[in-house]
């Protein structure tokens, strides 16, 4: 990789070092931030498209909210995107939060640190090696409060569908993410692939961004090419570190799905093939869980079995240790301390009362 890349990444730019120097004075206090303030030439601001909200009308600050990029991206974004197609820049450091929607597909690639991508009110914070997929109209804010490094691609609606949509819809986890992004005007949806540290995506993405930065001639059809290629090997190598994030309504499907998987599976279940079956990797599918029902797997599945208990007790003379083992645990003090627990009585006790009861 060209040195001056690198340097390029690492070394800070003036936009940059604008921005820290308000990150910094705004932990110092309101009025050391409005020295800060006061130090500012607003046209420059303006002209530059810097995000400092205190010195910007309420009609620049929707604009910007509004364009097809954040912050001090919009002036070169706008002029390059619609004859190149891709659009590769460091995501300057300090910047920010600024809630925004865009017109094309974002993809934001964390080379060093962490930053927090705000989509719909959740706040999912990206690590090293995370790598990030927004489509077109996705009210989101990226922010980074130390020298993260993030690197950002973005390809207009036709390149990406043009590309990637063969790839996408033929997996299963991917396909609900490419539909609602193609039929709504307001999408609260994102992917996130998480690579780790695996150097051969993070040298790839750098050959993307090292293509862009010298405007080469072929740059944009070697763009496209690289991504192909990076995209494949994401989900050829990452299929199953992917977690995906889609609307409402389409969360409430895969909820019932999943809640009548477990209720016809439950005497065998087990989180890693539960995971497996939805094309999901297990620790997303164990927070997809909690996320749409507000309790865990486990808590799920021992909620269901132990009421599929409480049934066979009421209703059938089987003995407390065959209904133990029918309904997924052979050890039936495992089953008499959970059902004590839950319940305030024994299996057996519950079997008399209910039968008093009757």
């Known amino acids: 990789m060209n040195d001056s890349i690198l340097e390029s990444l690492y070394t800070y730019n003036e936009h940059e070092l604008i921005y820290k120097k308000m990150y910094e004075c705004k932990q110092e206090g309101l009025e050391s931030y409005q020295r800060f303030l ?4 607003r046209t420059f601001v303006k002209n530059e ?17 509004n364009m097809d990029a954040p912050g001090d991206n919009l002036k070169e974004i706008r002029h390059n995107l619609p004859s190149s197609y891709a659009y590769v820049w460091k995501h300057n450091r300090y910047t920010p939060a600024l809630l925004h929607t865009h017109q094309f597909y974002e993809s934001i690639y964390v080379y060093r640190g962490q930053c927090h991508n705000i989509i719909d009110g959740n706040d999912e914070i990206l690590e ?13 804010s990226i922010w980074a409060e130390d020298d993260g490094i993030l690197l950002d691609i973005t390809l207009t609606k036709d390149l990406f569908l043009h590309t990637f949509f063969d790839s996408f819809s033929n997996i299963p986890i991917l396909s609900d993410f490419i539909s609602y992004s193609l039929n709504n005007d307001e999408s609260h949806n994102y992917v996130v692939i998480h690579s780790g540290s695996d ?14 930065y010298y ?39 895969k909820s019932g799905e999943i809640i009548f998987y477990i209720q016809q599976h439950f005497m065998d279940i087990d989180l890693n093939s539960t995971a497996e079956h939805f094309n999901y990797s297990p ?30 007790l009421s209703t059938t003379d089987y003995s407390v240790a065959d209904i133990s083992d029918i309904i997924g645990y052979p050890n039936v003090e495992h089953f ?22 009757l």
């Not at 090293?128 to 989101?140: A, E, L, R, S, V």
């Not at 072929?218 to 994030?245: H, K, N, P, W």
């Not at 008499?336 to 009861?357: C, D, E, I, M, V």
């Open 336 to 357: 008499n301390r959970l059902f004590k627990k839950t319940y305030g009585k024994t299996p057996s006790q519950y079997r008399t009362n209910t039968a008093f009861t």
């Open 283 to 312: 620790s997303h599918f164990s927070k997809l869980i909690k996320k749409m029902t507000g309790k865990t797997f486990i808590t799920l599945v021992t909620e269901y079995r132990l009421s599929q208990g409480c049934r066979l």
């Open 215 to 253: 405007h080469r001639k072929f740059y944009s059809q070697a763009i496209t090419g690289l991504c192909q290629y990076l995209f494949s090997l994401l989900l050829r190598e990452y299929q199953r570190d992917m977690e995906v994030s889609v609307s409402d309504k389409k969360t409430k499907e």
């Open 38 to 41: 006061n130090t500012l030439d």
């Open 128 to 140: 090293q090696g995370d790598f990030c997929i927004i489509p077109p109209n996705t009210p989101h």
């Open 199 to 212: 150097e051969k995506i993070s040298s790839l993405i750098l050959q993307i961004y090292q293509e862009y």
């Open 49 to 65: 498209f810097l995000w400092i909200p205190e010195l910007m009308s309420d009609e620049v600050k929707k604009q910007m909210q």
